[in-house]
C-alpha cells in the first residue's frame, strides 16, 4: 500500500460525520443563545440548512466526503460571507462560539490545536468591517 493510501484524515480520526454534526450542534446551540450573532442569519428562526451546510463543510475541509463542493460548488468563504457586516467583535463571539463548542467535545490537544488554529484564521478571514459602535 502507497504511503498515502496509510494516512488517516483528521475526519476519520476525531470519528467521521458523527463528530461534526455534534460539533456544529454544540455551535450552533451557541448561535442561538447568541442575538447579535444569530442576527446575521436569514431565517433565524430556522437554522436547520445553515447547520447542515457547515457540517457538510467542516466535513469535507477535515478529510471527509466532497458532498458540500457537489451541492454547492467551491466554499467561497469569504466571498459567501461578504454580505455580512463582521467587525472583530462578531468574529470574537463566533471564535467563543465555536471554542466553547470545541470544548465540549474535548478532542485531544494534538487535533485541538489544529482546530483552534484552523478557525482563528477563517474568523480572521471574514472580518470585513472596522468595530461597529452602537449610536448614543
Known sequence: ???????????????????????VDE?????EADQALLALYPDPTD?????????????????GPQT???ERGH?????????FVIDQAGRDR????????????????MIRERFDAYFAMSADAMVNAELQVPEQ
Open 1 to 23: 500500500m502507497a504511503e498515502e493510501d496509510q494516512q488517516i484524515t483528521v475526519f476519520d480520526y476525531v470519528g467521521g460525520a458523527a463528530f461534526f454534526e455534534r460539533l
Open 27 to 31: 455551535f450552533y446551540d451557541r448561535v
Open 47 to 63: 437554522l436547520g440548512p445553515a447547520r447542515r451546510r457547515f457540517r457538510l463543510f467542516l466535513a469535507q475541509y477535515w478529510g
Open 68 to 70: 458540500y463542493n457537489e
Open 75 to 83: 466554499p467561497r468563504l469569504r466571498m459567501r460571507h461578504q454580505p
Open 94 to 109: 463566533w471564535m467563543a462560539a465555536m471554542t466553547g463548542a470545541l470544548d465540549v467535545l474535548a478532542p485531544e490537544p
